[in-house]
């Protein structure tokens, strides 16, 4: 293929041309390099499963957790799993995709602010057992955190 080719109107001067050659990794062409290339043998037998799913509803689902059973690119999907699906559905858009890493970026979020409160709770109740009279000012000072975290964590603790 001729990367000239891909432009609507051609270029009066061509100043550099691109050849490539393109290879058919279907499974059933059986090309050399699908044995050389583990993740391209893999993407293809993926593809495979997709097309045997294709007439069902939740195709991209049913064939991603086939695929993870399998051990076909499971690493991945199980990490991007709800990428690739997005990314295979033909009404796929960038904000459809933005979308997708904004959730899954939420969710971390969630996860790693749980874990801070957990930490946070566990230092001002070191601070409580030290010394109980020590004000609740005093502690938000120290810790740098906010007078109500430290009211809410006496409060848990009943201290």
Same mark, same amino acid.
């Given at each position: 293929? *001729?990367?000239?080719?891909?432009?609507?109107?051609?270029?009066?001067?061509?100043?550099?041309?691109?050849?490539?050659?393109? +290879?058919?990794? #279907?499974?059933?062409?059986?090309?050399? +390099?699908?044995?050389?290339?583990?993740?391209?043998?893999?993407?293809?037998?993926?593809?495979?499963?997709?097309?045997?799913?294709?007439?069902?509803?939740?195709?991209?689902?049913?064939?991603?957790?086939?695929?993870?059973?399998?051990?076909?690119?499971?690493? *991945?999907?199980?990490?991007?799993?709800?990428?690739?699906?997005?990314?295979? =559905?033909?009404?796929?858009?960038?904000?459809?995709?933005?979308?997708?890493?904004?959730?899954?970026?939420?969710?971390?979020?969630? /996860?790693?602010?749980?874990?801070?409160?957990?930490?946070?709770?566990?230092? =001002?109740?070191?601070?409580? /057992?030290?010394?109980?009279?020590?004000? #609740?000012?005093? =502690?938000?000072?120290?810790?740098?955190?906010?007078?109500?975290?430290?009211?809410?964590?006496?409060?848990?603790?009943? =201290?």
């Amino acid at each position: 293929m *001729y990367l000239s080719s891909a432009f609507l109107e051609k270029p009066v001067e061509n100043g550099l041309e691109l050849k490539v050659k393109v +290879i058919n990794i #279907n499974s059933d062409k059986v090309h050399k +390099i699908l044995d050389k290339c583990n993740v391209l043998r893999e993407y293809s037998l993926f593809i495979d499963v997709v097309r045997k799913y294709a007439k069902e509803e939740a195709t991209l689902k049913k064939a991603i957790r086939e695929c993870i059973e399998k051990g076909i690119l499971s690493d *991945y999907l199980k990490r991007k799993g709800s990428e690739v699906e997005n990314m295979l =559905i033909a009404e796929y858009s960038y904000e459809k995709d933005i979308q997708v890493k904004q959730q899954e970026a939420r969710r971390a979020g969630h /996860q790693e602010g749980r874990q801070e409160g957990i930490l946070l709770s566990a230092r =001002i109740f070191q601070e409580l /057992q030290r010394d109980s009279s020590v004000s #609740n000012s005093q =502690i938000a000072t120290r810790l740098g955190c906010a007078l109500q975290e430290v009211e809410s964590t006496r409060k848990l603790f009943g =201290i």
